[in-house]
């Protein structure tokens, strides 16, 4: 593996400019990446949030460089403003550009323009090569993923599962928007960017009422009304904290809590990534990709559904277009399998 070490490397760029889970999902490879070159100053070519949470927090990235709207980079593909000025900043700043990004058709011809002299990544047949790359295969799980594009530059990993350190800000943020929270608090996180991955609200409450914990229902501002759904569901009392937190205020309640009930989203990978164990719902096809690679103190439920239950259309093709029906796809996981899990979970703590 060191003879791949590349010589003189100082300064590493990583693009990876998507949302809060694909980030954490890359901590361990990131992590490899500093091991391996310690002297080196890494950059994430990321989106404005990287930024501010990144911005004083112990870990490996050295600083962030907040991209602008760029299609198929940091925006959708057919949106976003030509990228000119931003080559102009970064071109021949970096020894290292190593893309984390995805299969490569916008990103790798991106990197490839920053003018590092060394570029590495992944690539799906239709995608430019980068100097050294590894294949873009749909269904692999994303940490192990990167961790093969580290190797291509000879940093061996170490850890599988994300790591984030809370910080003393953090605590303050905490303590001063939510206040103290009971012993044994017990968190729930019912939404999700995409319907398909939402667990029923109430059986979310229902799984909180039997818990008999004190419990804390998170959400983002869009998800407001799940949130308030959950809370009103429940027989016994709830505090809800919905928009009120940055992500570094809700790492703080996460390590705070015995415990986060959720589905398959970016709050269980941050909560996973604060040492606090997680039950989660996951689709089958997702868990491949995005589930907990360890089951010590993670639990994923698996819903086996492939179909669309209004329309049957294949949910099993990741090129395919999607049918448009906004219905959950995991209403085969029960009440049951969720409270069995949580209970075992929280049984030592």
Known sequence: MTSLLVDGVDRIAVLRANALGDFLLTLPALEALKRAYPAARLTLLGRDWHARFLRGRPGPVDDVVALPPISGVSAPPGEGAAPGHVYDELRGRFDLAVQMHGGGRNSNPFLRRLGARLTVGLRTPDAEPLDRWVPYVHYQHETLRYLEVARLVGADGCSLEPRV??????????????????????????????????????????????????????????????????????????????????????????????????????????????????????????????????????????????????????????????????????GDVTVDDVLDQARDLLGWR
């Open 165 to 330: 350190a809370v910080t003393r800000a953090d605590w303050a943020e905490l303590s001063r928007v939510v206040g103290p929270l009971p012993r044994g608090v017990v968190a729930v996180h019912p939404g999700a960017n995409d319907a398909r991955r939402r667990w029923p609200p109430e059986r979310f409450a229902a799984v909180a009422d039997r818990l008999g914990r004190p419990v804390v229902v998170t959400g983002t501002g869009p998800e407001r009304g799940i949130v308030e759904r959950v809370v009103r569901e429940m027989r016994r009392p709830a505090v809800p904290v919905v928009g009120e937190l940055s992500l570094g205020g809700l790492a703080a309640l996460y390590a705070a809590c015995d415990l986060l009930i959720a589905n398959d989203t970016g709050p269980r990978h941050l909560a996973a990534a604060t040492g606090t164990p997680t039950v989660a719902v996951f689709l089958c096809g997702n868990l491949v990709n995005a589930g907990p690679l360890s089951r010590s103190h993670h639990r994923p439920l698996i819903s086996w559904t492939t179909a669309c239950p209004v329309c049957g259309a294949d949910g099993t093709d990741p090129y395919g277009e999607p049918c448009g029906h906004r219905v959950s796809w995991v």
